[in-house]
């Protein structure tokens, strides 16, 4: 089998599941402890009826499913009966590399148009995605099908695989025929057919329940990437388009083409029926919609929409006047290049309702698809975000952020930290709520957003981006966000924003014009609830200062906003009084660029992270260096002040994120989470999370679990505490059996080897220490066994060791010895040693603590003494007897 190029895979779980790894640290200071562990939520959609014994298991490194591979999955497809979507609530932080996204099929898939416009309930269906290796089993943008039992994929290495995907199982598995790889692929409404079209220009038809293939049609030039049966099973047709722009009608019952379709001069790309199956609508890139007269199998209308449709669909023929349609005709829904849907009336080929058009690239429309019962539409973006749709009137009703890229920065939102606002490698911002991990994505620059920051209180944040402009944000009670202001006046790309720590009153940026402006709010600004009716008020900068020579790649205020520093790729840091940003003084010593600056909370101390892997500590009375952290490979691109200024975390390019005491000036503990540059760090305004986000499209959060773990060590020494106690008073009351027994399960040596020594005290030694070994469970006789090996290696306890060996070798028949687990090493360390205090016996004198030899050794036969004489650790002897 070759390897897989995409996996199709049943989500395993609706929601977000937190998990943890265990990550602790030492103290930052003598009475400090911090340990932090990493959350992260398990991306993923389950259908409300699916048993929970159906649910896949996923790797949370590789984000890949536990399924069976095969050969690289160019196609899939599905039985369309009650087929609907559920997408995942999770925060989607994680996505394919860009190679993946170029190589893999793209989301705009014809199959998946139909499929999901035969939904007739949505929510109640799993998701089944295709995935090829990345780091976060979200929606990945390959070609992609669902289904309510049966899945069919296929692969680059021309075999087509059925799938009992609640199991994770394939069912049958066959060849293809096609002498090239699969490109699309049709269920007919029976479920019973399936239809695959080759990009060798061929159409198959297979029977899944008898097995077989029925048809095979030729005579499509080039790859054929559109299939469709039609929705009346009576009539046995299928609909193929490939790329000669044409579309043919192939009756499976007359085993011929009965038409070929001409109007479309680009490719055809979907192809949508009416409720009673005498007329279909086909959309094409040549910018036109067609309407058909299947009776005829001619053309009667065709309809410029003036953009390259990706797909169409047809609306329920019953009027909508929140979309303009006002009577019973033929009305459908185009999704194109414009990134907007839009409404047509087929008989006049005017367009009823069109979306406002959303800012900023890669807004395009790949896909749409309409759940009818449900009542429900869904679009997706050339970004591969999800938007779903009330079908009657367009309100948007959920979003979903199916790639995220490189991540660039991440903060915490809301006065609870109840969400988190991300910015990865696009215009558009994406806020999640932590509970629900319910996405809003939000437009408004028209470049990368680059940097974020959040006021105080945590209502309003602000972004700014390559676009050379800053917005402001605003979250109301109900997890809404709207742009409040926006400005501009940076002559290059904004790279760094900070906001005033006591009130929200001002912000600060620095841009690559190596200049830093500071604007002020107006005092109106953050009472407003969401954006007034005239849009967003425009800001202006009340003060511009040319700080550095080079790019200002990090700004910071203090707390007391009075302060200001910056840190430039000119190695250097400076001190600026606010607001008439003055300079008082500069922070030079690293040896490259810096890319971050950070007040301390609590004391008068600046720390910056430079591209030379360090991070320093600097005084601002006299801009001297106190500290300097050396841990990191690469440049160091984030750091932050943790438990109350007393540590920092630290994250770079290498992927590591790091804890230091500042104290101590020692790295306590490395989270190696990231597979590259991590660009976003941002702790909560308690201490007690995290949020790290990288270039390998995921965001992590962690929690600072240092009290659930002192909670712990509390409760385990108490614990130790009672069972020492009642050890002692076992062996008080010469209780040996349970004493014995409570020594073996602390698995402490030394507690159990006091017991033997008890025991041995006794006036009747043997018969109490016989009885009492031979009581004890087999997996009990296993650890005594380990814990004489330890003994024996001891002249002071090897008596205690011997006793217990002599016990177990004379009442345990070989065969069970040989059962005990590890006896074989046991044995190979006891020998030695026993060897050896056999002989000393045999000689006489006591057994000596063989690491304290200084005299000769009784040497074996053919030894010599003198060689022997000077051995100070146990000599590999084989056998030298038995005590």
């Known amino acids: 089998m070759t390897s897989h190029q995409s996996l199709v895979m049943s989500s395993p779980r609706a929601g977000s599941e937190e998990w943890r790894t265990g990550l602790s640290h030492a103290a930052a200071a003598a009475t400090t402890t911090t340990t932090w562990r990493k959350r992260r939520p398990e991306w993923a959609a389950l259908s409300p009826t699916m048993p929970s014994s159906a649910r896949l298991s996923l790797s ?13 999955t160019s196609s899939a497809s599905v039985v369309p009966e009650s087929t609907f979507w559920t997408w995942p609530r999770g925060l989607c932080c994680g996505a394919s590399s860009r190679r993946i996204r170029k190589t893999s099929l793209p989301l705009t898939s014809a199959p998946m148009t139909r499929y999901l416009a035969r939904g007739q309930e949505a929510g109640s269906l799993p998701l089944i995605q295709t995935e090829l290796g990345g780091e976060c089993p979200c929606l990945c943008p390959q070609l992609t099908c669902i289904l309510p039992q049966v899945l069919v994929t296929a692969t680059r290495a021309l075999l087509l695989a059925q799938w009992a995907w609640r199991e994770g199982s394939i069912v049958r598995l066959w060849k293809a025929i096609h002498t090239a790889p699969v490109a699309a692929m049709a269920f007919d409404p029976t479920s019973t057919l399936l239809a695959t079209g080759g990009c060798d220009g061929a159409v198959r038809v297979w029977d899944v329940v008898r097995h077989y293939g029925t048809h095979h049609f030729r005579g499509s030039p080039g790859v054929v990437h559109l299939v469709a049966f039609h929705p009346d099973p009576a009539r046995l047709l299928l609909f193929s388009s490939a790329a000669d722009a044409s579309i043919r009608v192939w009756s499976l019952q007359d085993r011929s083409c009965l038409a070929v379709l001409t109007a479309h001069y680009s490719a055809v790309t979907s192809v949508t029926f009416s409720a009673d199956g005498y007329t279909m609508i086909s959309s094409g890139r040549d910018k036109i919609c067609t309407v058909w007269d299947l009776q005829s199998l001619q053309a009667t209308k065709t309809v410029p929409v003036f953009e390259s449709v990706e797909a169409a669909v047809l609306l329920p023929e019953e009027p909508a006047p929140e979309l303009g ?4 005709g033929l009305h459908f829904l185009t999704a194109g290049d414009q990134g907007i849907l839009r409404v047509w009336e087929a008989a006049s080929g005017q367009c009823v309702h069109a979306q406002p058009r959303l800012p900023g690239p890669g807004q395009e429309l790949t896909h749409c698809a309409l759940a009818r019962a449900a009542g429900l539409l869904l679009s997706v973006t050339a970004d591969h975000n999800l938007l779903l749709y009330e079908a009657r009137s367009l309100q948007l009703q959920k979003q979903f952020a199916g790639y995220s890229e490189e991540v660039l920065d991440v903060r915490f939102l809301g006065p609870e930290n109840s969400h988190v606002v991300v910015a990865s490698n ?7 709520e932590l509970q629900t991990s319910a996405c809003q994505i939000l437009h408004g620059h028209t470049d990368i957003v680059l940097a974020l920051d959040v006021f105080r209180k945590g209502w309003l944040f602000a972004s700014c981006a390559k676009d050379q402009s800053i917005r402001i944000w605003r979250i109301n009670k109900a997890g809404l966000v709207a742009c409040v202001a926006q400005g501009s006046g940076h002559t290059h790309s904004v790279g760094t924003i900070c906001c005033s720590r006591l009130k929200e009153s001002f912000l600060v940026t620095g841009s690559q014009d190596c200049t830093v402006k500071l604007w002020p709010l107006p005092e109106a600004l953050p009472s407003r609830s969401t954006a007034p009716d005239s849009g967003p008020v425009l800001l202006q900068a009340q003060a511009t200062q040319r700080c550095h020579d ?28 606010l607001p008439q940003c003055q300079l008082l003084g500069i922070f030079s010593g690293h040896r490259r660029g810096l890319w971050c600056v950070q007040f301390s909370p609590m004391d008068q101390v600046l720390a910056t992270a430079s591209a030379d892997g360090t ?21 160091v691109l984030r750091v932050a002040f943790v438990s109350r200024g007393t540590q920092l975390l630290s994250s770079g390019s290498d992927g590591l994120v790091k804890l230091w005491t500042i104290k101590s000036n020692e790295c306590v503990r490395t989270l190696d989470a990231h597979e590259d540059k991590v660009w976003g760090l941002h702790c909560s305004r308690l201490d007690d999370r995290a949020l790290t986000a990288a270039s390998d499209s995921r965001v992590i959060l962690w929690k600072d679990v240092t009290e659930e773990e002192q909670a712990e060590e509390e409760a385990r020494r108490e614990e130790e505490v009672v069972r020492q106690q009642e050890l002692d008073n076992l062996l008080h009351e010469k209780r040996y059996l349970r004493a014995l027994g409570l020594a073996i399960s602390l698995d402490r040596p030394h507690t159990v080897l006091t017991v033997i020594q008890a025991i041995r005290r006794d006036p009747e030694s043997c018969e109490k220490l016989e009885a009492t070994v031979l009581q004890l469970r087999r997996d009990q006789k296993e650890a005594l066994l380990r ?13 205690e060791a ?3 060996l002599g016990v177990l070798l004379r009442h345990e028949a070989p065969e069970e010895l040989l059962a005990y687990d590890g006896v074989r090493a ?3 360390a006891l020998l030695p040693y026993t060897g050896m205090w056999a002989a000393w016996i045999r000689a006489g004198a006591r057994p000596p603590d063989p690491w304290a030899l200084t005299a000769a050794v009784p040497p074996q036969s053919g030894t010599s003494s003198g060689s022997a004489g000077h051995c100070r650790r146990p000599p590999s002897w084989t056998s030298c007897g038995t005590a």
Do not use: M, Y
């Open 60 to 72: 949370t490194r590789a984000g890949r499913c536990s399924w069976t591979r095969l050969g690289s």
């Open 615 to 635: 991070v320093k500590l600097w005084a601002l009375q006299d801009f001297s260096c106190l500290k300097t952290f050396e841990g990191h490979d690469a440049s």
């Open 550 to 577: 080079k790019d200002i790649n990090s700004v910071a205020i203090a707390p007391n906003d009075k302060l200001l520093a910056t840190g430039s790729q000119d190695r250097t840091a400076k001190l600026w009084a």
């Open 787 to 799: 814990f004489c090996v330890t003994w024996n290696t001891n002249s002071r306890h090897c008596h």
């Open 426 to 432: 696009s215009p558009c911002l994406k806020v999640f």
């Open 826 to 828: 046991s044995l190979e």
């Open 325 to 328: 349609v006002k009577s019973t």
């Open 802 to 804: 011997q006793a217990v």
